[in-house]
């Protein structure tokens, strides 16, 4: 299984402010992905992070806001820009290995809170 | 629109009782679905996963059952253990490759020694 390891663990930043978040898989996944778990609620998927190209963004996502980045198959950056408090979430990255039957697998999130 | 719902935000049971976690959901088009273990301060954790091919998995103290008709899963953990006390959730994705996880809100499961 692969062991994902994301920076910051937690952090409190001020609106108006933005934050980029860094995500490092130890073994090669062919897919990655980021999740945000606001207050009470389920994780909802962000984006599909595509190596050398630009995130695959779902409904409601938007790459000014959430601008990512996987320059290669083990390291993906998400940016939470321009922060409100509504952006106050747990936000997870998770990557799933080369096989199509492989199961996704977390990091242990990021806590952001914004003041 | 909350495609998967979990409709017990909690559930406290009995050390060595059975422990079943529900999970309903809405999108015909959901074909997979997995259960994942939750601790404080840490991400998610895969337990289980059945296909729509299937009505039971089994691992261990673990099952899942999957009723397609009735749009709905369950999680039987037994004998359940202190160790399991942790939020469980469900997820669905629309493919076996395991992308696109649309997850239910999750229950906290408190095992009572």
């Known amino acids: 299984s692969a062991v994902i390891s994301q920076k910051p663990s937690r952090d409190i930043c001020q609106r108006g402010t933005s934050l980029t978040i860094q995500c490092q898989v130890d073994s090669q996944v062919t897919m990655m992905f980021w999740y945000r778990q606001q207050p009470g609620q389920s994780l909802t998927l962000i984006a599909t992070a595509n190596q050398g190209s630009e995130a695959t963004y779902e409904s409601g996502f938007v790459i000014d806001k959430f601008p990512i980045s996987r320059p290669n198959l083990t390291f993906s950056t998400l940016t939470v820009s321009n922060m409100s408090p509504e952006d106050s979430s747990i936000y997870l990255c998770?990557?799933?290995?080369?096989?199509?039957?492989?199961?996704?697998?977390f990091g242990p999130g990021t806590r952001l809170t914004v003041l | 629109d909350q495609q998967v719902k979990q409709n017990s935000p909690s559930l406290s049971v009995q050390e060595g009782r059975i422990s079943i976690l529900n999970c309903d959901y809405t999108n015909s088009m959901f074909d997979y679905f997995l259960w994942y273990k939750k601790y404080p301060a840490e991400g998610p954790t895969f337990l289980i996963s059945?296909?729509?091919?299937?009505d039971k998995n089994e691992d261990g103290r673990f099952t899942v059952f999957l009723n397609k008709s009735a749009k709905h899963l369950s999680l039987h953990i037994v004998p359940s253990q202190p160790g399991d006390s942790a939020v469980y959730f469900c997820?669905?994705?629309?493919?076996?490759?395991?992308?696109?996880?649309?997850f239910g809100t999750g229950t906290r499961l408190t095992i009572i020694p």
């Open positions: 998770s990557g799933r290995g080369t096989s199509s039957t492989d199961t996704q697998y």
């Open positions: 997820a669905a994705s629309p493919n076996f490759g395991n992308e696109k996880l649309t």
């Open positions: 059945i296909s729509s091919i299937k």
